[in-house]
C-alpha cells in the first residue's frame, strides 16, 4: 500500500491551502488516515484524522480552520487549510492505519511541505 500526498505549497497568512491524500494497492481497506505535521524543531505532531465510520478529530490548535473529510470510495483524504497562520508551517505527513490480508498496521506517506509566510 502505498499514500501519495499533494497539494502543499507557500502561501500568505490568512489564505487556504487543500491536502489531499490517495491510498494506493491491492486489497486493503482503511480503518483511519489523517494528517501529521512536523515543524522545523518540533515533534511530529497529529493534525486531523478520520476513521472508516466518518468520524473525525482534529487538535485544537486547528480546531474551526481546518477540515478533514473522505472519499471512500477513492480511498481519498482531503485536509481543508482555512486561514493559514505562520506557525502552520511544516511538513504535513499522510498516515493511515490500513488492514490487508488479516493484518493491520500504520503506512506513512511522503511528506508535503507547506509555508505560510507573515
Known amino acids: 500500500v502505498q499514500l501519495q500526498a499533494s497539494g502543499g505549497g507557500l502561501v500568505q497568512a490568512g489564505e487556504s491551502l487543500s491536502l489531499s491524500c490517495l491510498a494506493s494497492?491491492?486489497?486493503?481497506?482503511?480503518?483511519?488516515i489523517g494528517w501529521y505535521r512536523q515543524a522545523p524543531g518540533k515533534q511530529r505532531e497529529l493534525v486531523a484524522v478520520?476513521?472508516?465510520?466518518?468520524?473525525?478529530n482534529l487538535a485544537d490548535s486547528v480546531k474551526g480552520r481546518f477540515a478533514i473529510s473522505r472519499d471512500s470510495s477513492m480511498n481519498t483524504v482531503h485536509l481543508q487549510m482555512n486561514s493559514l497562520k505562520p506557525e502552520d508551517t511544516a511538513v504535513y505527513y499522510c498516515?493511515?492505519?490500513?488492514?490487508?490480508?488479516?493484518?493491520?498496521?500504520?503506512?506513512w506517506g511522503q511528506g508535503t511541505l507547506v509555508t505560510v509566510s507573515s
Open positions: 478520520i476513521n472508516d465510520s466518518g468520524g473525525s
Open positions: 494497492g491491492n486489497a486493503f481497506s482503511i480503518n483511519a
Open positions: 498516515n493511515a492505519l490500513i488492514s490487508r490480508l488479516g493484518t493491520r498496521r500504520y503506512y
